[in-house]
């Protein structure tokens, strides 16, 4: 097969890839029901990074990772193939690197020789998984991808779109509205997600996805050369393969294929007298397979076309791209950022605010199992499960806490765990859900309305939707105008009801924070009346 062919097969494999993706990630929302029939977490389930991390952080393998597996097998037959045929992060810096015009710096020499770097973020999350200290979500390609999607580009997207709209509805004129009017209802059945999300961090998960793409400005595929953890990955196992760029002991040197290939495949060994101009020196390569992703450009390349790929018997592989100086000292960080994590200040900050999704695994399970992907965040139907900052330090940062004054936990509903790729967030069936414990739910009585004012309020007890009711009333003589008294209902807690989903303290009346609010499951304080302080 010509280059031209392979280049067209791949670019048509690479664009199914990304509307795959694209497709799976809007179907990853509320559609009306609860239950979401498709693997939308195919990508995580597939990544055998996530597979290896989450398995050392959790001492066993989770079920649900087993296609990592398959992808595992097809790269010990045929190489790095899935970076260069499907990874739709790798589609993306294709497609912007046209945008940045950086073809021009594609080959060898080009760029210092820093693909040390990927090999060390590899060896880092994989100690730090060892002691359970999942850091993968930092590094990990599909991870920066989803949280950056959901969190900046979905909403970002959302926002002006049904901006643009409205505007024209607004302002522009009635037959502008009815032309508009099909697009946008398409638009909002297909395109759009269904409603408008707003996610702590959001500019941070928008510009290191933004980053790695501008990366592509120095050199093409510069994030796959030189930083992706995964791709390190692939680069070990590829060692194995069987595919292999075939030896061609007739090549006269003309160097088109190390200066045209994109992941700066060829490393120079020697310098010599030139094959064709003995009088002009010229710079001998070592083709390094590990870091070949199977584009085929260089079968285009090749003048006299004896370039090619064949099936063989693995050849001895060369050494990692990764000197001992370097790997000591990215082991060395290896262990001391666990320990780090753990003795910082804000790691010992009391997590009574905390309240994680229904279905979350102990703590310390959930930090070392949950990979920071955001699926469950991006599918909450009220918003209300949003990414930690450094509020409690390094460890927890993007996982998931619900923020009740944003959006409660929707009593019916289990999306969220049936979106989780790893089972950090274990699937709930709905009357396990009903009494799963998120937290405790707390009267602020200098802000609640009954006490602190003496005014009736009953919001919260209308709105709690435990079947036994979590708020009760008890009716109290106040004194009113002109010493005339009066019965006031004034509300408390029941704790053994209480299931902390929060939609008490967000529909509380208060401005500000709101009268009741909800400590997370790990709160001991509680009061003589069994209501959470």
């Excluded at 730090?128 to 590094?139: E, P, R």
Aim: net charge positive; with cysteine; glycine share 10%.
């Amino acid at each position: 097969m010509g280059r031209d062919i392979w280049k067209q097969l791949r670019r048509v494999c690479q664009i199914l890839g990304l509307i795959i993706f694209l497709v799976l990630f809007r179907l990853t929302d509320y559609g009306g029901a609860d239950t979401i029939p498709y693997a939308v977490n195919i990508l995580f389930r597939i990544d055998p990074l996530v597979g290896v991390c989450v398995t050392l952080a959790a001492r066993t393998f989770v079920g649900l990772l087993w296609p990592c597996l398959v992808v595992v097998v097809f790269t010990l037959v045929l190489g790095r193939f899935f970076c260069g045929w499907i990874c739709p992060l790798g589609t993306l810096t294709d497609m912007a690197s046209h945008g940045f015009g950086s073809r021009k710096k594609n080959g060898a020499g080009s760029m210092p020789n820093l693909r040390f770097l990927k090999y060390g973020l590899l060896l880092l999350v994989l100690i730090s998984s060892l002691f359970s200290i999942q850091l993968l979500g930092f590094a990990d390609p599909f991870s920066l991808l989803v949280r950056g999607m959901a969190f900046g580009f979905d909403p970002l997207f959302n926002f002006l779109v049904a901006g643009f709209f409205d505007g024209i509805y607004r302002s522009g004129p009635a037959w502008l509205s009815d032309l508009t009017e099909p697009v946008y209802g398409m638009l909002k059945s297909f395109v759009m997600p269904h409603k408008q999300s707003f996610f702590y961090l959001s500019s941070l998960s928008f510009f290191l996805l933004t980053g790695v793409l501008a990366l592509e400005i120095f050199a093409k595929r510069f994030w796959c050369r030189n930083l992706c953890p995964l791709g390190a990955l692939f680069a070990l196992i590829s060692k194995g393969s069987i595919f292999k760029r075939k030896a061609v002991k007739t090549c006269k040197g003309c160097q088109m294929c190390e200066k045209g290939c994109p992941m700066n495949a060829f490393e120079p060994i020697a310098v010599e007298p030139g094959a064709v101009e003995p009088d002009i020196p010229y710079t001998k390569y070592r083709f390094m397979g590990e870091e070949c992703t199977l584009c085929m450009d260089c079968i285009g390349y090749c003048p006299r076309k004896i370039t090619g790929f064949e099936f063989g018997l693995p050849v001895n592989p060369g050494p990692v791209d990764i000197s001992r100086r370097q790997l000591v000292t990215t082991g060395l960080a290896g262990l001391c950022l666990p320990v780090l994590s753990r003795t910082n200040a804000l790691s010992k900050m009391p997590d009574n605010d905390l309240i994680r999704p229904p279905g979350a695994m102990d703590e310390l399970d959930f930090l070392a199992t949950c990979v920071r992907c955001g699926e469950c965040m991006k599918v909450c139907i009220t918003n209300g499960l949003q990414p930690l900052g450094f509020e409690k330090g390094l460890e927890p940062m993007f996982t998931p806490r619900l923020v009740p004054r944003l959006g409660y936990c929707e009593f019916n509903c289990t999306l969220c765990s049936q979106v989780c790729p790893t089972r950090a967030i274990e699937p709930l069936p709905r009357e396990k859900k009903h009494a799963f414990v998120m937290g405790i739910a707390w009267f602020d009585k200098n802000r609640c309305l009954p006490y602190a004012e003496k005014k009736s309020c009953i919001v919260c007890e209308e709105h709690c939707p435990v079947h036994d009711k979590a708020i009760q009333f008890d009716e109290v003589k106040v004194a009113g105008f002109k010493g005339k008294t009066s019965f006031l209902k004034q509300p408390r807690v029941i704790t053994e009801r209480c299931i902390g989903c929060g939609i008490c303290e967000y529909v509380c009346p208060v401005p500000g924070e709101a009268a009741i609010r909800v400590l997370g499951r790990g709160s001991q304080k509680n009061d003589s009346s069994g209501g959470y302080l």
